[in-house]
T-cell receptor
Framework: AQKITQTQPGMFVQEKEAVTLDCTYD???????LFWYKQPSSGEMIFLIY??????QNATEGRYSLNFQKARKSANLVISASQLGDSAMYFC?????????????????FGKGTKLSVIP | DVKVTQSSRYLVKRTGEKVFLECVQD?????MFWYRQDPGLGLRLIYF???????EKGDIPEGYSVSREKKERFSLILESASTNQTSMYLC?????????????FGPGTRLLVL
């Protein structure tokens, strides 16, 4: 079974509108971290936002927010007021375990990504 | 700002050649990673290192080796390049602990093996 599932291969959004990119995850660990990255056509992976499994508040970073629903194992990315420069691939990723305890994994598992196109 | 650099943005090699991909980070991060990215498959971890001279296999280590002689540098080696190693290679680094474990990526190297 896939650990990270992004069900939307492609999405379109009108400029200045909000858009939600879906991500569901599968883990039996109690401690884990969830990440979103943006990859423009140039290729570099840009870190956007992080949510820890014990964080009670949803993470926010500027126009990005993470809608974290632990019971449903979902971590959707919300982009408000879309801009043309938001057109890119977006990847959800998960780190399982707790590196601080020495028993965790350093590895990130990525979803297959969602291609977002912002329409003027 | 965290900076991760990779030695080449584009590389063309012939089958059977030995290929070195270099990655350098300037943030004194303990952990470094090599991924490959292919259409429809997402990012897959090849190797990672959590300390100098230490390495761990990822999901797809076959055909690759790595070297970490200095903390800031992590090299990916293709001992005998094959056409199925044509891909985008991404290096990343991170420190440990909560949000600090965020992995920061380099710009990527697009490798074509003919």
């Amino acid at each position: 079974a896939q650990k990270i599932t992004q069900t939307q291969p492609g999405m379109f959004v009108q400029e200045k509108e909000a858009v939600t990119l879906d991500c569901t995850y599968d883990t039996s660990d109690q401690s884990y971290g969830l990440f979103w990255y943006k990859q423009p056509s140039s290729g570099e992976m840009i870190f956007l936002i992080y949510q820890g499994s014990y964080d009670e508040q949803n993470a926010t970073e500027g126009r990005y927010s993470l809608n974290f629903q632990k019971a449903r194992k979902s971590a959707n990315l919300v982009i408000s007021a879309s801009q043309l420069g938001d057109s890119a691939m977006y990847f959800c990723a998960m780190r399982e375990g707790n590196p601080d305890s020495g028993a965790g994994s350093y590895q990130l598992t990525f979803g297959k990504g969602t291609k977002l196109s912002v329409i003027p | 700002d965290v900076k991760v650099t990779q030695s080449s943005r584009y590389l063309v090699k012939r089958t059977g050649e030995k290929v070195f991909l270099e990655c350098v980070q300037d943030m004194d991060h303990e952990n470094m990673f090599w991924y490959r990215q292919d259409p429809g498959l997402g990012l897959r971890l090849i190797y990672f290192s959590y300390d100098v001279k230490m390495k761990e296999k990822g999901d797809i280590p076959e055909g690759y080796s790595v070297s970490r002689e200095k903390k800031e540098r992590f090299s990916l080696i293709l001992e005998s390049a094959s056409t199925n190693q044509t891909s985008m290679y991404l290096c990343a680094s991170s420190t440990s602990g909560g949000a600090l474990e965020t992995q920061y990526f380099g710009p990527g190297t697009r490798l074509l093996v003919l």
